[in-house]
């Protein structure tokens, strides 16, 4: 009876890594981006049920995902040889939406003022860093990754607040998910505003099973644990 128990629980997706009932993969086309994604997530970033730093990757055709502290370089990173002025880290520091004169998408400067010709900036992107985790977790890794000083450095000033509501409370009002900050971003550089549309509907039907797992009604642990019913 025990094994049988054992044998119905649902493991967790091996691609997304979240719990069956949370899963999205199915609805799942990877988009062929031009701008390629990196993401760099800390290693205690431990939300499995809300976390979006997988789910993000699953849903480009370039995009890597890794999780540490530290790394030498971005080619280190990378396991290749790039030029890191053609990337820009995403990473917002004490910058201040109201400064980026309406852009939801700014390249800042060497002292962080957003710099003039935004276009031309943008058009020699070739790639993009994300720091997935908490606001002090992305602080801890723009420190330790001094190398970053040599991308450029880009900030979002998103129009509305993230979808995850109370859900996933943020400091400021310029916080978004990982794929709601990489669907705007990647839009935006490649003026595709399909990217951002098919990265938030993923991740919409990823709150939609959330919430709806919140509102089942808990199976009692007498029950859960009484093994399979005789009844035909």
Not at 42 to 52: I, M, N, R, S, W
Not at 179 to 188: C, M, N, W
Request: proline letters at 7%; charged letters at 25%.
């Amino acid at each position: 009876m025990e094994n049988e128990t054992a044998s119905t629980v649902e493991k967790d997706c091996p691609r997304c890594g979240k719990p069956a009932a949370l899963c999205v993969c199915a609805g799942i086309e990877p988009i062929d981006n031009r701008v390629e994604l990196l993401i760099l997530q800390h290693p205690q970033e431990q939300d499995v049920a809300l976390g979006t730093a997988r789910l993000t990757a699953l849903s480009l055709k370039r995009a890597t995902l890794k999780i540490g502290l530290s790394w030498p370089s971005l080619g280190k990173v990378l396991g290749r040889s790039v030029d890191p002025k053609r990337w820009a880290v995403l990473y917002l520091g004490s910058a201040r939406a109201p400064d980026f004169a309406g852009r939801e998408v700014a390249l800042l400067g060497r002292r962080g003022e957003p710099l003039a010709d935004q276009a031309a900036a943008m058009a020699e992107i070739e790639g993009v860093i994300v720091l997935d985790g908490s606001w002090s977790q992305a602080k801890a890794l723009w420190w330790r990754n001094p190398w970053m000083l040599k991308c450029r450095r880009v900030v979002l000033a998103p129009r509305r607040p993230s979808r995850y509501g109370k859900l996933r409370r943020e400091p400021r009002s310029e916080g978004l998910a990982t794929i709601e900050a990489a669907g705007l971003l990647l839009s935006r550089l490649e003026a595709r505003p399909e990217i951002e549309q098919a990265l938030t509907r993923s991740f919409e039907r990823l709150l939609e099973r959330y919430r709806a797992q919140r509102r089942a009604p808990r199976q009692p642990a007498s029950a859960a644990n009484s093994g399979p019913s005789s009844a035909a």
